[in-house]
């Protein structure tokens, strides 16, 4: 009996803990896909974005995109319908599929690592993929403009209450965080919504600024 009180405050000592056990999203290398200097088209036009993707976050980007080429002097047609009745001067087609990745190292830090409470202060380590290729072409003829691939793969950290309840582990001999940290090698569906609303801005940006570079190298906007 005595044993049983004395372990009912540790279980709750170790609950609490669990409750404040999280780490806030962090995209370790999101500063190097901030524009700091964009500069705006050469002269005004329309752009049509075609975007070629088939999933939201896909979609989410693209937009991102159009709504930072809109502030640089464009118009922007989006979804652009190449047979549509608005002719752009400038058409992007942006290919892209978003990839999320999980991580091996995810096993070590959720076992042992809720021995030293490892998922709260480091968070588990995920991969995301939204590098895109894009085609430039003419509004008027579709000739081809330029043509290149963005690479952009973002190293991200986080742990949350869905995942970090695994330390209760405390409570036992570790098996739950053993099996807990197998399983969270995968990626973390829940980690897209919120990574989405950090990033899509600065990635939307990033490639906003090099489709302005190549259309304003080309000439075309000011080839009589």
Same mark, same amino acid.
Not at 5 to 22: N, Y
């Given at each position: #009996?005595?044993?049983?009180?004395?372990?009912?405050?540790?279980?709750?000592?170790?609950?609490?803990?669990?409750?404040?056990?999280?780490?806030?999203?962090?995209?370790?290398?999101?500063?190097?896909?901030?524009?700091?200097? #964009?500069?705006?088209?050469?002269?005004?036009?329309?752009?049509?974005?075609?975007?070629?993707?088939?999933? #939201?976050?896909?979609?989410?980007?693209?937009?991102?995109?159009?709504?930072?080429?809109?502030?640089?002097?464009?118009?922007?047609?989006?979804?652009?319908?190449?047979?549509?009745?608005?002719?752009?001067?400038?058409?992007?087609?942006?290919?892209?599929?978003?990839?999320?990745?999980?991580?091996?190292?995810?096993?070590?830090?959720?076992?042992?690592?809720?021995?030293?409470?490892?998922?709260?202060?480091?968070?588990? !380590?995920?991969?995301?993929?939204?590098?895109?290729?894009?085609?430039?072409?003419?509004?008027?003829?579709?000739?081809?403009?330029?043509?290149?691939?963005?690479?952009?793969?973002?190293?991200?950290?986080?742990?949350?209450?869905?995942?970090?309840?695994?330390?209760?582990?405390?409570?036992?001999?570790? !098996?739950?965080?053993?099996?807990?940290?197998?399983?969270?090698?995968?990626?973390?569906?829940?980690?897209?919504?919120?990574? #989405?609303?950090? !990033?899509?801005?600065?990635?939307?940006?990033?490639?906003?600024?090099?489709?302005?570079?190549?259309?304003?190298?080309?000439?075309?906007?000011?080839?009589?």
């Amino acid at each position: #009996m005595h044993a049983r009180l004395l372990r009912v405050p540790a279980l709750i000592v170790v609950l609490t803990a669990l409750v404040g056990c999280s780490h806030r999203l962090d995209v370790k290398n999101l500063r190097a896909y901030r524009s700091m200097d #964009m500069s705006p088209l050469a002269k005004r036009c329309t752009v049509g974005l075609i975007a070629a993707t088939d999933d #939201m976050e896909g979609r989410r980007l693209v937009k991102s995109v159009g709504t930072a080429l809109a502030t640089e002097s464009a118009i922007v047609l989006l979804p652009y319908l190449p047979n549509g009745e608005r002719k752009a001067d400038v058409v992007a087609k942006i290919s892209l599929q978003p990839e999320f990745k999980g991580s091996g190292w995810n096993f070590l830090i959720n076992w042992p690592g809720f021995l030293i409470w490892a998922p709260a202060w480091h968070g588990y !380590v995920y991969k995301a993929d939204f590098s895109a290729d894009v085609l430039l072409t003419k509004g008027a003829d579709s000739t081809k403009i330029d043509s290149w691939r963005i690479p952009i793969e973002l190293n991200i950290r986080q742990a949350a209450i869905n995942r970090t309840w695994t330390e209760i582990g405390w409570l036992e001999w570790g !098996v739950i965080p053993l099996v807990g940290g197998i399983c969270f090698i995968q990626y973390d569906e829940s980690v897209t919504v919120p990574l #989405m609303e950090k !990033v899509e801005r600065t990635l939307g940006e990033h490639i906003a600024h090099q489709i302005i570079a190549r259309v304003n190298s080309s000439g075309v906007l000011t080839a009589k």
